[in-house]
């Protein structure tokens, strides 16, 4: 696409080609703020629907922080829009007090924990988002700042489970996700219609202001934000080839044992996986296992490079080694690794359980011994 064609509207046939997906939907949600992105959405959504014959409901919802005097009015300027548009409208209000530190990170589990309510009032099972590439490449940005691995750089997919605090049975989808935000501007400007300016996506106190502020200085330099687009894209490939080989790893080196104390066992072919195959399979592993949520990657690899250079030793030199990570005791003795739940955290002044002896699969018992080093 020439820097002439990435400003032009989007037409009637690519709004049809975006939203064909979901023609058979009982319903959809679109999420509309009032902003430009949001506002491009309820504009598109409508056309799409009124050229069709027969089609899902439609159901715009704006969610009303309550974090600005002006979102009321904001949200009523959607409600007339969306009238206008002959889209049902619903305005859902996050109640209570707001946090200071974090508010961001509340606002947007409140944001769909009340998009998946109005979902649900509905029986629809897709709420659709207008990201666009443009918030693809600060996703991307902000993640490899904060040192995701593959996974996080892959950014945000066009269809994706709901985010935690929503309903688990509602898909996100992400239409927009493929175009530039300077073409939904073009649309809206082609149409006539106005949109909400929210200050807050200036705010250098926050994480993606600062960063979509540094976006026209990396443009310069060729890193724009239809390359990094890009990018995530090609991730994403190799992502799911990496999970292609842990998937195939996992049945050939695996084994998952049931009953109150739940494990997994990985037989001597583990160590000669490649390191990302190995990473992944612990993760696996521990979360299957342990009790405390997901594991962290930089702890992940940390004991995935411990494992590794117990491995070098012959396993008849005793080489042993132990560490307890997100709620399950790893544990590498002669050629296996056992995973298993740790036990529970005793309170102060609680006598520590005497240690049992505990058999691997292939026979090989373990001297008891208490403890292990924490990494969390």
């Given amino acids: 696409m020439s820097a002439a064609d990435a400003i032009t509207p989007v037409s009637a046939g690519e709004a049809v080609a975006l939203f064909a997906p979901?023609?058979?939907?009982?319903?959809v949600v679109l999420a509309v703020s009032g902003g430009p992105d949001s506002t491009a959405l309820l504009v598109l959504a409508a056309r799409w629907r009124r050229s069709l014959s027969r089609?899902?409901?439609?159901?715009?919802?704006?969610?009303?922080?309550?974090?600005?005097?002006?979102?009321?009015?904001?949200?009523?300027?959607?409600?007339?829009?969306?009238?206008?548009?002959?889209?049902?409208h619903r305005t859902m209000r996050w109640a209570g007090p707001k946090p200071t530190p974090g508010l961001q990170q509340a606002a947007r589990e409140a944001r769909y924990r009340l998009l998946s309510?109005?979902?649900?009032?509905?029986?629809?099972?897709?709420?659709?988002?207008?990201?666009?590439?443009?918030?693809?490449?600060?996703?991307?940005?902000i993640r490899m700042s904060r040192g995701s691995g593959i996974t996080g750089l892959c950014g945000m997919t066009r269809i994706s489970p709901l985010p935690a605090g929503g309903v688990l049975d509602i898909h996100l989808i992400r239409p927009f996700l493929d175009l530039p935000k300077a073409r939904l501007v073009a649309t809206l400007a082609d149409a006539g219609l106005s949109y909400a300016d929210d200050p807050s996506n200036r705010d250098p106190k926050f994480t993606r202001p600062r960063v979509r502020a540094l976006m026209p200085v990396l443009a310069r330099e060729g890193l724009t934000a239809a390359r990094l687009a890009q990018l995530a894209r090609r991730l994403r490939r190799a992502g799911a080839a990496i999970e292609a080989a842990a998937d195939a790893a996992w049945t050939a080196v695996a084994r998952e044992r049931a009953g109150d104390v739940p494990s997994v066992v990985f037989d001597f072919a583990f160590p000669a996986l490649p390191a990302e195959v190995q990473l992944r399979l612990l993760g696996?592993?521990?979360?299957?296992?342990?009790?405390?949520?997901?594991?962290?990657?930089?702890?992940?690899?940390?004991?995935?490079?411990?494992?590794?250079?117990?491995?070098?030793?012959p396993p008849d030199a005793?080489?042993?080694?132990?560490?307890?990570?997100?709620?399950?005791?790893?544990?590498?003795?002669?050629?296996?690794?056992?995973?298993?739940?740790?036990?529970?955290r005793r309170r102060p002044g609680e006598p520590r359980p005497r240690p049992r002896r505990r058999a691997l699969n292939h026979g090989t018992t373990l001297p008891p011994q208490a403890g292990g080093t924490a990494l969390e």
């Fill in 22 to 27: 979901l023609q058979d939907a009982c319903g």
């Fill in 284 to 313: 696996r592993a521990i979360a299957r296992v342990g009790d405390e949520g997901p594991v962290e990657l930089g702890k992940l690899e940390a004991l995935q490079e411990a494992l590794q250079g117990a491995w070098a030793v």
């Fill in 55 to 88: 089609g899902p409901a439609l159901l715009a919802v704006t969610v009303d922080h309550g974090l600005r005097p002006e979102s009321r009015a904001e949200a009523e300027a959607v409600k007339r829009l969306a009238k206008q548009c002959g889209v049902a």
């Fill in 117 to 141: 309510e109005a979902a649900a009032r509905i029986g629809a099972n897709h709420i659709l988002t207008a990201h666009t590439h443009d918030d693809q490449a600060e996703t991307l940005l």
């Fill in 318 to 344: 005793g080489a042993r080694i132990r560490r307890t990570l997100a709620g399950a005791v790893v544990t590498r003795t002669g050629d296996a690794l056992l995973v298993e739940r740790a036990p529970p």
